[in-house]
């Protein structure tokens, strides 16, 4: 199945070794993603095949790079025009809170995939950044987040 972020949402995108990793700034940290297990389901607007206002929301459990189960994403991508998907999605990190995002980028993949962090809950309340597509070496998609958490 083709993996779309997501954003993400995909949505929504973001390499570090383990699930969570404290950066070099105190008040930075870099979080690394996998997904695993994605469920997914289309909805046609208008006609047949792809087009403007189409979407997919989508549900994907996350792991550290170990495969420890670390969380959840949500999310939701919609067809835009000139090949483009806008997505928005929240990753649920267990006892950590919840990071939203959103980004745009072309469906083919054929740029790199960079999501905004707009805000969270809890240890991320204060968070902004961005969140990186990644493929791994083993063939996992995921994201790399550069987080600034400062309050």
Known sequence: ??????????LLALTALGATAASAEDDGETLTVVFKDRQEHQVDTDGP?????????????????????????????????????????????????????????????SEPVILAVNG???????????????VFPSGDFGVVFLLSLDD
């Open 1 to 10: 199945m083709r993996i779309r972020t997501a954003a993400a949402v995909a």
């Open 49 to 109: 095949g792809r087009t403007p206002g189409d979407y997919y929301v989508f549900a994907q459990r996350l792991e550290s790079r170990r495969g420890r189960i670390v969380g959840d994403v949500y999310g939701r991508c919609t067809y835009h025009f000139d090949g483009m998907e806008l997505c928005e999605g929240v990753f649920k990190i267990t006892g950590k809170g919840d990071i939203s995002v959103q980004g745009a980028f072309p469906e083919d993949f």
């Open 120 to 134: 969270g809950t809890d240890r991320y309340r204060t968070a902004h950044g961005e969140g990186r597509f990644t």
